[in-house]
């Protein structure tokens, strides 16, 4: 199968099992009538013609399709994806310093989780080369923060650990 | 006659050195606000609005109306720098705006959506002084199914927004409309798919899926390119070529007539007038696959769509007394608390109120456009930084945005969710855009729905009874069948083999 096709034929897939999902706890919510719809109504609805368009996607990527139209697109996102695993490594690195920042937040105040976010997202970039460079970015990331939205915009968030200050 | 008389005497309010100056402060504000993710004009409004209670009522609309603008402004910028739309209108600007950037033509992407902006809004202004009745009537004759078959349309159109297949990005409308659906359903009391997560009981907030599914998918996908160390790419020169102009002209005065109109509409006008805009382009184009590579027709239309929705989202508000949108409750409020009482009466009851902020609107304008052309030169050097220098302050505001919106740490990981979806949506070439219409749209178009079908007890007719419904459902149908079309007979072509 071509890529183009591939991408179809998973994108397919996804929608029949978003729509699908959908569709079936949207059976749990009372219906209604067509003249009082109930909350179930719409979702069902529009959970099958997810689905649908799910399998009309397989279908069209089974048959064979001309991917000359996004060539170009396409050659830009192959080169792109060309290194899906380093891609994955990165994503999860970054997506990790995000939820570092959500867990800190709260109990380890402001300073602490962009200090943690900075860190853990510039691994992503590149790696532990220089360490000290980022320490001094993650502090100045944290005074900045700081300073706009502590000092400036006077936020209500936790700035400092919980239980010191 | 009478109407320049009024217009003299509102520039006559407007234009006192207090007015402007609280007009220019109002504007700075909102600028920097909106560029910062996260914060909208919501939040500043707001914030701001105790700020405003010594201010005469007109001082203090005018201040207030010029940080709602200049937040519009902001998101535009850091749509396109970062890839970031602050707020729904500048989910279509992402589109070619960050492409431009990445071409080196950034800074005249912000000079486009600036001037585009620009001139939207004097147009805007202008057609809300004149039009004020004609438009409230039109507001008041569309009735739940009109809404309903319009925001299908709209959703039809985001579709044509995706470069790729287009029945993905159907698929990609329904996924937003049934994220929108998610949280208490207003009718019923019912939590809707949930999961037993309460705070997912308000629903998934817009900036949540945009910070996901555009910023950080952004920056993943540009680490892997940029890591290199490379200087970026040469940025030429900041202003538009004479071939520029005479290509932004056009789509800036369609998307004006387009933005203008649908924006008196409440609710749905500023989400879809941007879209429309934008797919109107790629339809009339006599290139349309230079859309989503870099099109400055692609941020001209839905900037000045925009801006000129904006100016008009005013008239629900203020001869209707109904606000279409968050924001525009909230001027309602600041109306309410200096004793004015918005509606049909305003224009009269208080004509320099009302001719004040139409002027203050155009004044808002021109600052705008003298604060933001002259700073596009310094928006374009923080593309300078080096990538791994930028990328985690980008992350550092888009966090610290996430986290204030409802001061929740589920609104981080949530984002984060999408992020990780994201990155799966570009692996098998889904686009983000249509999902966010859907997210948007999805509670009002189910609203519209249910209304529909509640006044005509049942009867799905009613969506082709009236001819501005069934118009517009005809011209979804026929666009549907194009669609269907052309994928078909792109299959009926020789397999060709990738290289």
């Known amino acids: ?165 | 006659m009478e109407f320049l008389s009024n217009l003299a005497l509102g520039f006559a309010t407007a234009t006192t050195p207090i007015n402007i100056f609280y007009a220019f402060l109002g504007c700075l504000l909102g600028t920097v606000i909106g560029v910062l993710p996260g914060l909208g004009p919501l939040l500043t409004i707001a914030m701001l609005l105790p700020f405003t209670y010594g201010l005469d009522p007109t001082t203090a609309l005018i201040m207030l109306a010029g940080i709602y603008y200049g937040s519009q402004y902001g998101g535009s910028t850091t749509a396109i720098l970062l890839s970031l739309p602050g707020e729904t209108s500048s989910v279509v600007t992402v589109i070619d705006g960050h492409e431009m950037a990445r071409q080196g033509r950034a800074g005249v992407a912000i000079a486009t959506a600036a001037i585009g902006s620009f001139f939207a809004g004097t147009m805007g202004s202008l057609l809300l002084a004149a039009f004020v009745v004609p438009l409230t009537q039109m507001a008041i004759n569309f009735g739940p199914a009109e809404y309903f078959s319009l925001m299908v349309v709209g959703l039809i159109a985001a579709v044509s927004l995706a470069s790729g297949s287009q029945f993905k990005a159907l698929g990609m409308v329904i996924i937003g409309l049934l994220l929108g659906l998610v949280g208490v359903d207003v009718n019923s009391g019912l939590t809707r798919f949930t999961l037993g997560a309460d705070f997912l009981w308000d629903g998934i907030d817009f900036i949540v899926v945009a910070m996901g599914l555009f910023a950080f998918g952004e920056i993943i996908a540009s680490i892997g390119e940029k890591s290199g160390g490379g200087p970026p790419a040469a940025i030429a020169s900041l202003w538009p070529t004479r071939e520029d102009v005479r290509r932004m002209t056009p789509p800036i005065l369609r998307g004006t007539a387009i933005g203008a109109l649908v924006g008196a509409l409440p609710g749905a006008g500023l989400a879809l007038g941007s879209f429309f805009a934008y797919s109107l382009e790629k339809r009339v184009s006599r290139t349309p696959e230079i859309f989503g590579k870099g099109a400055i027709e692609g941020v001209a239309a839905p900037e000045a769509a925009n801006n000129a929705a904006a100016q008009t989202a005013f008239v629900p508000t203020l001869a209707l007394g109904i606000p279409g949108s968050a924001t525009m409750a909230l001027m309602l409020g600041a109306m309410t608390l200096h004793n004015i009482q918005p509606g049909p009466q305003v224009v009269n009851t208080n004509p320099d109120l009302f001719w004040g902020l139409i002027a203050s609107m155009w004044i808002g304008n021109v600052l705008l456009l003298v604060l933001n052309l002259p700073l596009v030169g310094l928006w374009v050097q923080l593309l300078r930084v080096p990538y791994r220098l930028l990328y985690p302050m980008i992350l550092m505001f888009s966090c610290i945005g996430l986290f204030s919106v409802r001061n929740s740490i589920h609104d981080v990981f949530l984002a984060a969710g999408f992020g990780a979806a994201g990155y799966l949506f570009r692996l098998i070439r889904c686009e983000p855009a249509p999902l966010l219409l859907g997210l948007v749209l999805g509670p009002m178009l189910e609203e519209n729905f249910r209304r529909a079908l509640l006044i005509s007890r049942g009867d799905y007719g009613t969506f082709v009874a009236t001819p501005v419904s069934g118009g517009l459902l005809a011209m979804t149908a026929a666009l549907l069948f194009t669609f269907a079309y052309s994928s078909w007979s792109r299959r009926r072509r020789p397999l060709v083999t990738e290289p």
């Open chain 1, 1 to 165: 199968m071509v890529d183009e096709e591939r991408r179809d034929f998973w994108a397919g897939l996804l929608y029949i099992a978003v729509g699908l999902a959908f569709a079936a706890v949207a059976t749990t919510y009372p219906m209604g009538t067509a003249s009082r719809i109930g909350p179930g109504y719409f979702p069902f609805g529009l959970g099958l013609a997810l689905a649908g368009i799910g399998g009309f996607l397989i279908v069209g990527s089974r048959r064979g399709r001309a991917a000359d139209r996004n060539r170009v697109a396409d050659a830009k996102v192959c080169a792109g994806e060309a290194d899906v695993a380093g891609g994955l490594r990165v994503a999860l690195l970054i997506l990790a310093a995000v939820v570092a920042f959500g867990v800190l937040i709260r109990p380890a105040g402001l300073l602490v989780a962009v200090i943690v976010l900075v860190v853990v997202s510039s691994l992503a970039g590149e790696g532990l080369h220089a360490p000290l460079k980022t320490l001094l970015l993650a502090l100045a990331a944290a005074a900045i923060a700081w300073a706009i939205f502590i000092s400036g915009l006077g936020l209500p968030m936790q700035v400092w650990p919980a239980g010191l200050s």
